[in-house]
């Protein structure tokens, strides 16, 4: 066997092998194209957003949907959770709480050998709609220290109903609330503004009257010669 033999049967095995080599880099290149790792990749999506500031602003009371779900018949349904502490009916008695036939309008604290807490002896002022929607709301927020267990009302409509049937229970009922609309003291001065714009341009449009008028007035005017 010659030595020539011999050199190209290694360089034919040599180029075997770089062509091995060759096609499985190229296999890798097209089976596994340059990614970026999933965490720097989701980095590169994510958008920088700052949270919006929402100034949330309290609707004064009664609100149109406090008014709109005021429902004696629902009302009574809602009572039932306070019929183990009250009752709601001409001549009843004290329970665990104080009797509330005439509840509303009537002093904090008034039925006579009632044994209220500190918090609502100090209280002090009248039972008004608005009080008993915020009592009612959460008793322990609304009085210091309060004896009544019960943990509120959350849904606006319920408390509503419930002083819709307590406002019915009394000997003259009350008039029912109605809501007080009030001008804005912003509106105010809008419309003061637009007055003023008003009597603004309506001066500018009798200016320029008057100057279209002259000029017609000095056009007309012939000019005489001579004189007498």
């Known amino acids: 066997m010659s030595g020539l033999f011999v050199n190209k049967v290694l360089g034919a095995l040599l180029a075997s092998g770089l062509g091995i080599i060759m096609i499985n880099k190229f296999s890798n290149v097209v089976m596994h194209p340059d990614v970026p790792e999933p965490e720097k990749f989701a980095y590169s999506l994510a958008v920088e957003t700052e949270a919006a500031h929402v100034e949330v602003v309290e609707i004064a009371f009664p609100s149109p949907s406090w008014l709109d779900g005021r429902d004696a018949v629902k009302g009574a349904k809602v009572f039932k959770k306070c019929k183990s502490c009250h009752t709601a009916v001409a001549g009843g008695k004290d329970g665990t709480g104080p009797a509330l036939w005439n509840i509303l309008g009537r002093p904090m604290a008034a039925t006579e050998g009632f044994s209220y807490s500190a918090g609502m002896s100090a209280k002090g002022g009248s039972w008004g709609y608005e009080e ?61 503004d637009g007055a003023d714009t008003v009597v603004e341009m309506a001066g500018d449009v009798v200016e320029e009257i008057v100057e279209e008028v002259t000029e017609e007035v000095n056009e007309e005017v012939v000019p005489v010669e001579g004189g007498h």
Request: charged share 30%; proline share 5%.
């Open 132 to 192: 008993l929607d915020a009592f009612l709301t959460k008793p322990k927020d609304y009085i210091t220290k309060t004896k009544m267990s019960f943990n509120g009302l959350k849904k606006e409509a319920d408390r509503a109903a419930l002083i819709e049937f307590l406002r019915l229970a009394a000997d003259a009922p009350q008039e029912q609330l109605v809501a007080v609309v009030e001008i804005p003291e912003i509106a105010e001065g809008m419309a003061q």
